[in-house]
């Protein structure tokens, strides 16, 4: 898939049943901290390691892994019933919980995997770093929600926008 000038690569999670495509010059961590793929660019993730020998690929702010990543989730569905509606409210009501200084900026339909969805961009303290920007993507798929969170730091927010839009719009469904 080409996209925005950039080369991408595929990624599949066989055991969640889905893939998805993303710039080369991110990587893809599975299973980090409860999350099914965590997606950033791959210098930080090998930096954050301690792997790397090069650092971040630019000094700019906007190349850490708190200031940019892509995650995957999924929740399995109590009652499985729940409604996009539904889980959107519940949704809302976690991250009200969880985050502190919590702003909902904006919620919309959207379709993801060809199926609909909904679209949640909100503001939020993220682990005691400044205010991050964040826009979740769910659908529902045979009684498990599927979530996609692009979170940045408000400053950088915009900056790798059109890159984590095109990951979110390549996600599919697979068997």
Excluded at 49 to 60: I, L, V, Y
Excluded at 133 to 162: H, P, W
Aim: aromatic content about 14%; proline content about 5%.
């Amino acid at each position: 898939m080409m996209g925005l000038g950039k080369n991408y690569l595929a990624y599949e999670n066989r055991n969640h049943r889905f893939r998805l495509q993303f710039p080369e010059e991110w990587a893809v961590v599975e299973n980090p901290y409860a999350i099914v793929a965590l997606l950033t660019s791959e210098g930080c993730i090998a930096e954050r390691r301690g792997t790397s020998t090069a650092p971040c690929p630019t000094k700019s702010p906007c190349n850490s892994i708190f200031s940019f990543n892509l995650n995957v989730t999924y929740e399995d569905l109590v009652p499985q019933n729940m409604s996009l509606d539904m889980f959107m409210e519940h949704s809302l009501i976690r991250l009200r919980a969880v985050f502190g200084g919590f702003e909902w900026i904006s919620q919309d339909n959207c379709e993801l995997a060809g199926k609909p969805g909904r679209m949640l961009v909100y503001i939020a303290k993220s682990y005691g770093k400044p205010d991050m920007q964040f826009m979740q993507c769910f659908t529902i798929n045979e009684y498990r929600a599927y979530v996609l969170t692009y979170g940045a730091s408000r400053k950088c927010y915009l900056s790798r926008l059109d890159e984590a839009r095109s990951i979110i719009e390549s996600f599919l469904f697979c068997q």
